[in-house]
Antibody, heavy 118, light 110 residues
Framework: EVQLVQSGAEVKKPGESLRLSCKGSGYNFANHWISWVRQMPGKGLEWMGRIDSTDSNPKYSPSFQGRVTISADKSISTAFLQWSSLEASDTAMYYC???????????WGQGTTVTVSS | QTALTQPPSASGSPGQSVTISCTGTSSDVGGYGHVSWYQQHPGKAPKLVIHEVSKRPSGVPDRFSGSKSGNTASLIVSGLQAEDEADYFCCSYAGSDNFVFGPGTKVTVL
């Protein structure tokens, strides 16, 4: 079964760092880009960026450039999303998703809830 | 980057059809054929229902269809069923390795 499994819920304080993970299985991880999508409480989906694990060259939405870092380790079929200094406004659900052959996000992780509060 | 525009809500009775629009610009929806649509039920991860404007992934009922004219893409759900009640988001390639989502449309089955 093709699936993406994300790391568990996080509760952090402002200023702390954080790394989320997204592990792919059931397919050749290197053949598909991985994207990260944010969903703030009660709000819509926001595309954050994507990574090609074959060249580890991330691309970011202008809205998230400089605020997060996307990376991947194809040897363990895992993509990562990280912050160096969290803010309360980073409180959200974060999804990873696989790009299919046609730029549609065809497989989604279960989501990771991040809560940032002092 | 400019945002896509969707109506906040749409509704229809069982068996009827509902059409959701997604309006962008020539820099996103109108400029590329990479428009996709996602269904999201409360508390669940989104699910791809249409990609490349009008293509249906395996397993998605043929009640779901998509089209595009100019800068506006549309998702049509025909033969509405109770399980179609969900939020629907469009997404378009916006050039320079960037994608943009619409704000979402809540579909209610009356």
């Amino acid at each position: 079964e093709v699936q993406l499994v994300q790391s568990g819920a996080e509760v952090k304080k402002p200023g702390e760092s954080l790394r989320l993970s997204c592990k792919g299985s059931g397919y050749n991880f290197a053949n598909h880009w991985i994207s990260w999508v944010r969903q703030m409480p009660g709000k819509g989906l926001e595309w954050m960026g994507r990574i090609d694990s074959t060249d580890s060259n991330p691309k970011y939405s202008p809205s998230f450039q400089g605020r997060v870092t996307i990376s991947a380790d194809k040897s363990i079929s895992t993509a990562f999303l990280q912050w160096s200094s969290l803010e309360a406004s980073d409180t959200a659900m974060y999804y990873c998703a696989r790009f299919g052959v046609s730029h549609g996000l065809d497989v989604w992780g279960q989501g990771t809830t991040v809560t940032v509060s002092s | 980057q400019t945002a896509l525009t969707q109506p906040p809500s749409a509704s229809g009775s069982p068996g009827q059809s509902v059409t959701i629009s997604c309006t962008g610009t020539s820099s996103d929806v109108g400029g590329y054929g990479h428009v996709s649509w996602y269904q999201q039920h409360p508390g669940k991860a989104p699910k791809l229902v249409i990609h490349e404007v009008s293509k249906r992934p395996s397993g998605v009922p043929d009640r779901f269809s998509g089209s595009k004219s100019g800068n506006t893409a549309s998702l049509i759900v025909s033969g509405l069923q109770a399980e179609d009640e969900a939020d629907y988001f469009c997404c378009s390639y916006a050039g320079s390795d960037n994608f943009v989502f619409g704000p979402g449309t809540k579909v209610t089955v009356l």
